[in-house]
């Protein structure tokens, strides 16, 4: 089994193309296709579903996938143990995020995080809070950033920034002096939700659910997928919704909406860094979790 071979494979796989995978690698196609053919041979397996229109994992793939990464990555964590000076910084740093990590708490992060490490590639995929776990525990990905925990096995967790849960109504829509309300005053309701698998909606849910009360305290309930289609359906009118506070501190300042903290339910969330423990990190990974590790942000 050779390196290249491994490349080859962990290429097609995320690129869905062979083409594609030889572009990434500066091979030719028939090379990629060379190098799979072998380490199928080698293992005796078939790894990647080549009938399809859109390539795919075999079960034998999805098995030897986080394996294939964590041979690569461990090759690379040597070279750059054992001859640092030569060894800099220069990889892909691959990265799924929630939406509200990615939006506003990211872009930051990662310009700094460029500024020390000016070689490193991004690489960022957006998915809900529920899509970012399975991802890295199925080893399609190490690494993410989410404000939705879980305790599973092969998962940990570095918290780096603090929020909170608040009520957001169209600017017009008056419910108290102080911008403190009941969860009690808004029952009957229009109520805008995230869909299932994001993190606010989870911890929506989780809240209500402690103090023994579910989304029937509301009236109308509208799902909607996008954080930015959310905010502008409050500021029109059609209802309201529980989103976190760095996500309407732009709408709330220009006067779009009005925010609320709500007195009885408990509404601090916690955005983390998660990553696998069942594989090895690359250096660029390491690297990451090193940063935010040290340049924690709290609002």
Do not use: W
């Amino acid at each position: 089994m050779e390196f290249k071979q491994l490349e080859s494979f962990l290429a097609v796989v995320k690129t869905k193309s062979f083409s594609k995978a030889a572009e990434q690698l500066f091979l030719t196609q028939p090379a990629v296709t060379s190098n799979l053919k072998k380490l199928e041979r080698e293992l005796g397996a078939i790894l990647v579903n080549r009938k399809a229109k859109e390539i795919s994992l075999t079960k034998d793939g999805e098995h030897f996938l986080p394996l294939a990464v964590d041979l690569i990555n461990r090759r690379d964590q040597a070279k750059n143990r054992i001859c640092p000076a030569s060894s800099e910084l220069g990889g892909i740093l691959e990265i799924s995020a929630s939406t509200i990590p990615e939006q506003f708490l990211l872009p930051p992060i990662l310009r700094d995080f460029c500024l020390q490490y000016p070689n490193i590639r991004l690489s960022i995929r957006h998915m809900d809070s529920q899509q970012v776990l399975n991802s890295i525990q199925s080893g399609h990905q190490n690494m993410g950033v989410t404000g939705n925990k879980q305790k599973q096995d092969g998962l940990d967790y570095l918290d780096f920034y603090e929020d909170r849960l608040v009520l957001a109504t169209p600017p017009d829509m008056k419910l108290s002096d102080d911008n403190h309300v009941s969860i009690h005053d808004l029952a009957g309701k229009n109520l805008i939700l995230r869909e299932t698998g994001s993190g606010t909606r989870k911890r929506l849910e989780d809240s209500l659910a402690n103090q023994g009360i579910d989304l029937s305290l509301f009236g109308a309930i509208h799902v909607v997928e996008s954080n930015e289609t959310i905010k502008k359906m409050v500021s029109l009118g059609m209802g309201i919704s529980f989103l976190s506070n760095i996500s309407v501190m732009d709408e709330q300042a220009m006067n779009l909406i009005t925010i609320y903290d709500l007195l009885d339910i408990p509404v601090d969330r916690v955005y983390s860094l998660v990553h696998t423990t069942y594989r090895c990190l690359s250096p660029e990974e390491e690297a990451f979790k090193i940063f935010v590790k040290t340049s924690k942000t709290n609002n």
